[in-house]
Nanobody, 118 residues
């Protein structure tokens, strides 16, 4: 098992930036992928970005709505995953969850609130 703890959420004006961090309780090198998902009020949880851990090639995948604005990265030595969010829009408002995927198991953090409002 692995516990995930998100941090870095908050309130920001449109066009602003936030950096989310996810700290894992153990080594994440064995996880096939790490990712960020979000859930807005009244909506289903959706994928934001994922990053694989295949040898030295960390392949990334983004939702179309965040491409060019968000950047996911991971630091296996620190057991951390990051989501840099730039040019934030009101529609990015949601609870953001860190995810770790290994074989057929998904692990989730408790979530961190991101609010984009003027």
């Amino acid at each position: 098992q692995v516990q995930l703890v998100e941090s870095g959420g908050g309130s920001v004006q449109p066009g602003g930036s936030l950096r989310l961090s996810c700290t894992a309780s153990r080594n994440i090198f064995s996880m096939s992928s790490m990712g960020w998902y979000r859930q807005a009020p009244g909506k289903q949880r959706e994928l934001v970005a994922t990053i694989s851990n295949i040898a030295s090639s960390a392949r990334t995948n983004y939702a179309d709505s965040v491409k060019g604005r968000f950047t996911i990265s991971r630091d296996n030595m620190k057991n951390m995953v990051y989501l840099q969010m730039d040019s934030l829009k009101p529609e990015d408002t949601a609870v953001y969850y860190c995810n770790a995927h290994q074989l057929n198991i998904d692990y989730w953090g408790q979530g961190t609130q991101v609010t984009v409002s003027s």
